[in-house]
């Protein structure tokens, strides 16, 4: 079983930035990543990386936000900068271990117009 507690959601003006963080609570060899869902829409990959440090963005966050991680704390990062309305939402930290999918709690990050 793997636990992954997010933290760094929060309020923010248009153009601003956050950034978030997701500890795993064992080593995740494999993706992990951010997924985000807003109210009355069905939950949405933001960018995912895998152990090598290759790194999948949806095209709506390309070029703004950043995936990163850090192995040997089993921690995942999303930098988000010039955050806009429409990226309110909860952000959801994923992992895949062993054939299985785990998912953190979830943190809000709501931006202001």
């Known amino acids: 079983q793997v636990q992954l507690v997010e933290s760094g959601g929060g309020l923010v003006q248009a153009g601003g930035s956050l950034r978030l963080s997701c500890a795993a609570s064992?080593?995740?060899?494999?993706?992990m990543g951010w997924y985000r869902q807003a109210p009355g829409k069905q939950r949405e990959l933001v960018a995912t990386?895998?152990?090598?440090?290759?790194?999948n963005y949806a095209a709506s966050v390309k070029g703004r936000f950043t995936i990163s991680r850090d192995n040997a704390k089993n921690t995942v990062y999303l930098q988000m900068n010039s955050l806009k309305p429409e990226d309110t939402a909860v952000y959801y930290c994923?992992?895949?271990?062993?054939?299985?999918?785990?998912w953190g709690q979830g943190t809000q990050v709501t931006v202001s117009s």
């Open positions: 994923y992992a895949y271990r062993y054939g299985l999918s785990y």
């Open positions: 990386i895998a152990t090598g440090g290759s790194t």
């Open positions: 064992s080593s995740i060899s494999s993706v």
